[in-house]
């Protein structure tokens, strides 16, 4: 089912990965496959919230997330142990460079844009403005403008 959408909705899905595109290094396949990911996770929350018709705010919300995150650098994969695959052990341990990479990034930003981007990127699932909004006491509306203008700032060129 979430392929069938997928398909069907491919000028939808462009349209919420726009903005953060040129930041990632996934191509159309990536894209899609994400995307079809995304679409399952929908599914499964508005299954699970007897909400159906929330399907779509649902998926923009999860994608959304997920394009942030690829154009963060963050690895969307968990860590190999999660898998149990047996990998060598490193002599010691260094910074990655997407957490280099979102420091670098998160300068740019107010304090408080700051707090809210790395709450977002703790997450151990994404999550919705009225979530965010909730747990920085703010109106939903002051919690989309935060997000949007945190993105404008860190995908703006430094002049």
């Not at 595109?21 to 994400?34: F, G, K, N, P, W």
């Not at 790395?118 to 699932?125: T, V």
Request: aromatic share 6%; charged share 25%; proline share 7%.
């Amino acid at each position: 089912m979430a392929l069938q959408w997928v398909s069907a909705h491919r000028k939808l899905i462009r349209q919420i990965a726009s903005p953060y595109i040129r930041h990632m290094t996934a191509d159309s396949d990536d894209l899609s496959q994400e995307a079809v990911i995304a679409a399952f996770k929908a599914l499964i929350a508005s299954r699970k919230k007897e909400k159906p018709g929330q399907f779509i705010p649902f998926f923009r919300v999860i994608f959304k997330t997920n394009c942030i995150k690829l154009a963060s650098g963050v690895q969307a994969m968990h860590n190999l142990e999660d898998h149990h695959i047996p990998c060598p052990e490193r002599p010691e341990v260094q910074e990655e460079p997407g957490i280099i990479r979102i420091e670098e990034a998160l300068q740019v930003v107010s304090t408080r844009q700051r707090e809210v981007c790395i709450w977002i990127l703790q997450q151990p699932e994404p999550v919705s403005t009225p979530e965010l909004a909730k747990k920085f006491k703010v109106s939903r509306r002051h919690a989309c403008r935060l997000i949007s203008d945190s993105i404008q700032r860190i995908s703006s060129p430094v002049l």
